[in-house]
């Protein structure tokens, strides 16, 4: 089971753009099926990108268009550059990885859209 390191959240005015980091460490982290979620308080964790093993994507409307999540599975890590960000983008992004039955999350980045 990969283990999960997030990184690249932070402070932002809106129209501004980020790119979040998901290191994994651990065996066949090319199998995996990575995904980046956000969570804000009081309100259930969604799915904001999601890539399969040989580079499916998939948004939500929300984010479509905005939002591009990538992988480098020889650096094994996973991309989530962020453009024209919004203020309902503020959350705590996490970094999710899936094969099988293994479920993988990283411990959360503060991403905050703000002037």
């Known amino acids: 089971q990969v283990q999960l390191v997030e990184s690249g959240g932070g402070l932002v005015q809106p129209g501004g753009s980020l790119r979040l980091s998901c290191a994994a460490s651990g065996t066949f982290f090319n199998l995996y099926t990575m995904g980046w979620y956000r969570q804000t308080p009081g309100k259930q964790r969604e799915l904001v990108a999601g890539i399969t093993s040989i580079g499916n994507t998939n948004y939500p409307d929300s984010v479509k268009g905005r939002f591009t999540i990538s992988r480098d599975n020889a650096k094994n890590t996973v991309y989530l550059q962020m453009n024209s960000l919004k203020p309902e983008d503020t959350a705590v992004y996490y970094c999710?990885?899936?094969?099988?039955?293994?479920?993988?999350w990283g411990q959360g980045t503060q991403v905050t859209v703000s002037s």
């Open positions: 999710n990885g899936r094969l099988g039955k293994l479920d993988s």
